[in-house]
């Protein structure tokens, strides 16, 4: 902690600029530049690889069978400059408020709507009792019930409605997933707490988590083959119901488990807040300020986790990320391992670094908003504080990505729910109309938005100065355009099928 | 304000630091600013009088700035006019 001293001689701006970088980040930096180095190149071969890749199959006219969606009628580079401009025009905006209180104020705006006690018992009950019978029926029929992708109870509810529907619940109404949580529910009644959950090592369990769950969706047919995915369901409900038990229900659905900590961070951008028993609706958005959202790097990593598997799993589905796939696949010449297990390889690698590539890019920008500034606010603060803004950004890729797949599926949704045990001969599947592209690009902007407001009130909250406030957010206002651009492009790419994969 | 944790380079004595809460600061006006808005009630007549003056000063870097980022919100807006006058 600091020590005082209160009479020394003002320092010049740049003598405190290069000894700052010089001394604390030297360390930082030293460690992430090679990685950096490596994760830019990466990138930029990457994007390279996919150009080409996706101008070589536009010309063989095989982006046609992936169903085409390319009806962009402005070049491909306009409409993401105009993306990347929208961001950066609305931080330039930003800062033109000026007034602290009144950013206060907006942020802080609440009304309370209801007291939790007189009717949470009743829900609680209804709702644990509901996820509870929800998920024996999903393990159930994913054994025993039909085959079918698009009739199967069990790929319905977990994918049209755990993947796509609660999430957008948690986002834009409320967290629900802290009452609905199956797993919590049933480990409330067995014995725990065996041993103290291990505080070293934070929330990371809860990033390998997610990033593993990511992973198996990518690589096994859990979407397709109900028995691949019930069998997914039974080794999750182990894994979990056995740390609940071990180190008991709280620790273990706060730090370990990667669902309860997705729903519950994508419930800190929704209007609907509990407060000290109440429930309070606030501006969208408006919670993110809150600083204590977030208390670790590995709460950062989970937050940077949720915005690239969104992308990722975006880019893999389309022509140009299945044609880089396909290519990197060929580039290796062995012929003694089977083309599965190098595709599976490549899907991993990809992932793998695309992550790292992508929270490389945050960490760094905290590093270059204190040198830039010239601030003595550690790195480790304003990465930590800046973060919760990234949740908007990536509930707004959430919604760009599985709001479609949840309105096509949601008839065949209520039919699975209303007949778990007997599908529909010809479930239906809605058609999505010609503007919903649209509505994918407007979501990531309103996330952007957001992530550029609720960053503007964070700065105001950490700096006396205003305008080292406003200077503070630039690194992280270019790291949200590069989100938003790479994000904007990879939905306006046609569809595909991942290659090589069940 | 307690969750921001500041780190002063280590071969460096802060070049102030707030004699309430102990935070340093990296140039005296920033000082100036945070004893304002953080312990407005508990300091000197003399800390307020140079509190306001450096608000005073605040806001006309603050206009500067305005007017700099007005003049970047206008090149974007005719640049991307051009763009789709020209592309599109």
Redesign the interface.
């Known amino acids: 902690?600091?020590?005082?001293?209160?009479t020394?001689p003002?320092?010049d701006?740049s003598e405190?600029k290069s000894?700052?970088d010089?001394?604390?980040t030297k360390l930082e930096q030293m460690r992430f530049r090679r990685p950096l180095r490596l994760g830019i190149q990466f990138v930029i071969w990457t994007v390279v690889i996919a150009f080409f890749v996706d101008t070589v199959s536009a010309a063989n006219g095989l982006t046609l069978s992936g169903g085409s969606r390319d009806e962009l009628?402005?070049?491909q580079w306009?409409y993401l400059?105009?993306g990347g401009?929208t961001v950066?025009?609305s931080a330039?905006?930003a800062?033109?408020v000026?007034d602290?209180i009144f950013i206060r104020k907006i942020h802080e705006w609440n009304r309370p709507l209801l007291p939790v006690d007189r009717w949470e018992g009743v829900v609680t009950k209804v709702g644990r009792a509901v996820g509870v019978v929800i998920l024996i029926l999903t393990i159930y029929v994913g054994y025993m019930g039909p085959q079918l992708p698009n009739a199967s109870f069990a790929i319905l509810v977990t994918f049209a409605g755990g993947r796509a529907a609660l999430p957008m619940v948690a986002y834009l109404i409320g967290n629900v997933w802290s009452i609905l949580n199956p797993w919590r529910t049933i480990a409330l009644v067995l014995p725990t707490g065996f041993q103290t959950y291990p505080s070293k090592i934070k929330r990371w369990p809860a990033v390998f988590g997610l990033l593993t769950l990511v992973w198996i969706e990518v690589i096994f047919p859990v979407s397709t083959v109900p028995t691949v995915l019930a069998t997914a369901i039974v080794g999750y409900s182990v894994v979990t119901l056995a740390g609940a038990v071990v180190f008991g229900v709280d620790p273990w659905f706060e730090n370990a488990d990667p669902l309860a900590v997705l729903f519950g961070l994508y419930g800190a951008v929704a209007p609907i807040q509990r407060h000290n028993g109440t429930i309070q609706v606030k501006l969208p958005g408006s919670e993110l300020t809150n600083?204590?959202i977030l208390s670790d790097t590995s709460d950062i990593a989970f937050v940077i986790a949720l915005i690239w598997e969104l992308t990722f799993s975006g880019f893999i589905t389309t022509s140009a990320g299945a044609g880089t796939v396909s290519t990197l696949v060929g580039i290796v010449p062995v012929e003694l391992i089977p083309t599965t297990v190098q595709a599976t390889v490549v899907y991993t690698v990809l992932f793998v670094v695309g992550f790292l590539v992508f929270f490389a890019a945050y960490w760094y920008a905290a590093n270059l908003s204190r040198q830039w500034v010239?601030?003595?606010?550690?790195?480790?603060?304003l990465r930590?504080?800046f973060a919760p803004s990234l949740l908007a950004i990536a509930a707004g890729y959430h919604f760009a990505h599985y709001a479609g797949l949840f309105i096509s599926l949601s008839p065949a949704l209520v039919m699975a729910l209303q007949s778990p045990f007997t599908p529909p001969a010809n479930p239906i599947v809605l058609t999505l109309p010609g503007w919903f592209g649209g509505l994918s690009i407007a979501s990531i902007l309103v996330g952007h938005l957001l992530a550029i407001g609720a960053a503007h009130a964070v700065s105001y909250?950490?700096?006396?100065?205003?305008?080292?406030a406003?200077r503070s957010q630039y690194p992280f206002v270019l790291v949200m355009i590069g989100y938003t651009v790479i994000s904007l492009w990879i939905i306006s790419l046609p569809s595909a099928i991942p290659p090589f994969l069940q | 304000?307690d969750?921001?944790?500041?780190?002063?380079?280590?071969?460096?004595?802060?070049?102030?630091?707030c004699?309430y809460c102990?935070?340093?600061?990296?140039?005296?006006?920033?000082?100036t600013?945070?004893k304002g808005?953080?312990h407005y009630g508990v300091i000197s007549a003399s800390e307020k009088e140079s509190f306001k003056s450096e608000l005073a000063d605040?806001a006309d870097?603050?206009r500067t700035?305005?007017l700099k980022?007005l003049g970047?919100?206008v090149i974007?807006?005719f640049g991307?006019l051009l763009?789709?006058a020209i592309?599109?």
């Open positions: 902690m600091p020590s005082s001293h209160n020394d003002p320092v701006e405190i000894s700052a010089h001394s604390t009628a402005i070049p306009l400059g105009t401009a950066g025009a330039l905006l800062s033109f000026t602290r600083a204590e010239g601030t003595y606010v550690s790195t480790e603060t930590r504080s909250k950490i700096f006396a100065s205003r305008l080292v406003i | 304000m969750y921001i944790r500041t780190e002063v380079p280590p071969k460096q004595a802060p070049a102030t630091s004699d102990g935070r340093p600061f990296a140039a005296p006006d920033r000082l600013l945070h808005l953080a605040e870097e603050l700035f305005r980022a970047m919100l974007l807006y991307l763009m789709y592309f599109a």
